[in-house]
Structure formats: C-alpha cells, structure tokens
C-alpha cells in the first residue's frame, strides 16, 4: 500500500520561502507523476503542479513564478518550494500520486496534508 | 471561479439517490475520459470514489457511480446513507491552461 506523508514547518512568515517534503513508502516514485494540491480554508482544492519521476514539472499557471517542484529519487520523496508567500497562500497542503502511469489528472494515493499559515 | 461547475449543495433524504452534475468544456470533461469524483469529509483527506468517468476503486461502494455526456460529468449516489454527508469534488484532465482542473465543490446533505 503506497503511504505519501508530508512534512514541513507549519508556520511561515510572508515574503518568505514555504518549504514541504512528501515521503513516498510502499512503493517507488518511478514510473508515476506526483503532484501538490492545496485547499484554503473553508475552500476548495487547488492543483499547484506535478512532478514526473524523471524530472519533468508542469505548474499551475497562477503560481508559476513562484512554485518549484523537485524529486530524490535516491530518498524516494520529492518536495515543493513557494517563494514570495502572502495570507493568501495559507491553506493545507497535500501530495498526491496520479492513478496511471501517464497524466490524466486523477489522484489516487493523498497524504494527510499539512496545514501551512503564513503569519507573522 | 473553478473551471468545472458544479453546484453548490445537494440534499436528499436517506434511501434516496442524488446526482452531482460537473460541467466542463470540450478541453476537459467533454474532450477526454479521465473524469474523478473525491469524496471529503470535514477535516479529512480527499478520497477518490470514481476515475476514468466511471470506474471504480477498490473498496468503494457500489452505491456511487459516474457517469458522462458531452461536457458534463455525473456522480450519482444510491441508497444516500448518513455517511456520505461530505463535500464531493469532480476533476478532470485538461489541454488548457493547467493540465488539471477541478470544481468547486459540492456539499452533499442527507436530510
């Protein structure tokens, strides 16, 4: 059974950098995209990017400039910086595995999610 | 605004079957079959119920299905039980501006 777990401060001060690792046990990141997702709360969920195992990366065009998405492949996680954070970006954080080995956008395995506030 | 809409709550009463409608465009929902539905209850994980339109996981009742015409997607839910009193979301892969879009959510009630 794959397990995806996120990890990462809870708390981070704005104009700074959000930092998250998602460890991925039960199975190999190989051969699958990973994405980040990210719900407000009291809101809906927003897709942040993907990552496929050999390093592609794909971003929502809303935090481009301001997302990176990186894998290792050697400790089996892959993890996500947003630079520049406001209020705005508060909200629970979640990674998640696409169900096929190709894109189509549906997540089947989801971390528990962590909840980031941007506050001073 | 989401790309996918959906409506905001539906209600129904126990025993009863409701029908969750996503509509999207022929970039995504109407254009390919990689339609999920995730049920999510308050403070938990989202759970995926259905993917590829109409399949699903499993370990997922047979109670929940899905279901697609032209650029609207459907989850309908038999038998509403009390436990499926949730926010559901529909997903669908995309050609446009982000790979993936979602709804906006819906807020089920089992009256």
């Known amino acids: 059974q794959v397990q995806l777990q996120e990890s990462g401060p809870g708390l981070v001060k704005p104009s700074e950098t959000l930092s998250l690792t998602c460890a991925v046990s039960?199975?190999?990141?190989?051969?699958?995209?990973w994405s980040w997702i990210r719900q407000p709360p009291g809101k809906g969920l927003e897709w942040i990017g993907f990552?496929?195992?050999?390093?592609?990366?794909n971003y929502n065009p809303s935090l481009r400039n301001r997302v990176t998405i990186s894998a290792d492949m050697s400790k089996n996680q892959f993890s996500l910086k947003v630079s520049s954070v406001t209020a705005a970006d508060t909200a629970v954080y979640y990674c998640?595995?696409?169900?096929?080995?190709?894109?189509?956008?549906?997540?089947?395995?989801w971390g528990q999610g962590t909840l980031v506030t941007v506050s001073t | 605004q989401s790309a996918l809409t959906q409506p905001a709550s539906v209600s129904g009463s126990p025993g009863q079957s409701i029908t969750i409608s996503c509509t999207g465009t022929s970039s995504d929902v109407g254009g390919y079959n990689y339609v999920s539905w995730y049920q999510q209850h308050p403070g938990k994980v989202p759970k995926v119920m259905i993917y590829?339109?109409?399949n699903r996981p499993s370990g997922v009742s047979t109670r929940f299905s899905g279901s697609k015409s032209g650029n609207t997607a459907s989850l309908t839910i038999s038998g509403l039980q009390a436990e499926d009193e949730a926010d559901y979301y529909c997903?669908?892969?995309?050609?446009?501006?982000?790979?993936?879009?979602f709804g906006g959510g819906t807020k089920v009630t089992v009256l």
């Open positions: 998640a595995r696409d169900h096929h080995g190709f894109w189509s956008g549906q997540l089947d395995y």
């Open positions: 990552i496929y195992y050999s390093g592609s990366t």
């Open positions: 997903s669908s892969f995309a050609t446009s501006s982000t790979p993936v879009v």
């Open positions: 039960g199975g190999s990141i190989s051969g699958y995209y």
């Open positions: 590829d339109v109409s």
